[in-house]
């Protein structure tokens, strides 16, 4: 099985600070990668697929890279609406599983 | 509007059972994937099961399978899990999600239903 870790499992940063979160794969998962936010009480919400790929209506200050065994996922410019938890997320194709990452809070500092 | 929402959730004694269900509109259900991801009380998320559109093919994660069922009913937009021998562990809100095939993304999530398991 694929395993998935991020870090930092927690940041503060200010508004307008560049925000950085790596997530790793236990092996090679091509661009098989997704991000989610999640506020607090919410449902996630699906903002890059395939690693760098922007979901419709999503801000571009959010913004995806890498392939193979390391991603990351960037804020250019945290807003105080980006408070949340963002995820990781793998998924393979036969089986047809998927696998999240354990998840990294971002605040407001 | 595209819309999930899930119900059944509720309190149920180790061992039981509970039957959840996913009410789809404002897209054509029988042409998506569907999955049920959980996640429990301040932890993260965790996938559950896929069923794919025309019901043929089924995965599940290994912590409920034999004990979870997936099903669904495209002339009713609905989908279903039927959760048996249920565990302290598997208490969480449930929430179904659309996979947009073939990038393996939720794109559409419902707004949970909670399951707790406890005597």
């Known amino acids: 099985d694929i395993q998935m870790t991020q870090s930092p499992s927690s940041l503060s940063a200010s508004v307008g600070d560049r925000v950085t979160i790596t997530c790793q794969a236990s092996?090679?998962?091509?661009?098989?990668l997704n991000w989610y936010q999640q506020k607090p009480g919410k449902a996630p919400k699906l903002l890059i697929y395939?690693?760098?790929n922007l979901e419709t209506g999503v801000p571009s200050r959010f913004s995806g890279s890498g392939s193979g065994t390391d991603f990351t996922f960037t804020i250019s410019s945290l807003q105080p609406e980006d408070i949340a938890t963002y995820y990781c997320?793998?998924?393979?194709?036969?089986?047809?599983?998927?696998?999240f990452g354990p998840g990294t809070k971002v605040d407001i500092k | 509007e595209v819309q999930l929402v899930e119900s059944g959730g509720g309190l149920v004694q180790p061992g039981g059972s509970l039957r959840l269900s996913c009410a789809a509109s404002?897209?054509?259900?029988?042409?998506?994937?569907m999955n049920w991801v959980r996640q429990p009380p301040g932890k993260g998320l965790e996938w559950v099961s896929y069923i794919g559109s025309d019901s043929s093919t089924i995965y599940y994660a290994d912590s409920v399978k034999g004990r979870f069922t997936i099903s669904r009913d495209n002339a009713k937009n609905s989908l279903y899990v039927q959760m048996n021998s249920l565990r302290d562990e598997d208490s969480a809100v449930y929430y179904c999600?659309?996979?947009?095939?073939?990038?393996?993304?939720?794109?559409?999530w419902g707004q949970g239903t909670m399951v707790t398991v406890s005597s």
């Open positions: 999600a659309r996979v947009n095939l073939p990038i393996g993304a939720f794109d559409i």
């Open positions: 092996q090679d998962i091509n661009y098989y």
């Open positions: 395939d690693a760098s």
């Open positions: 404002g897209f054509t259900f029988s042409g998506y994937g």
């Open positions: 997320q793998q998924y393979d194709t036969l089986p047809r599983v998927f696998t």
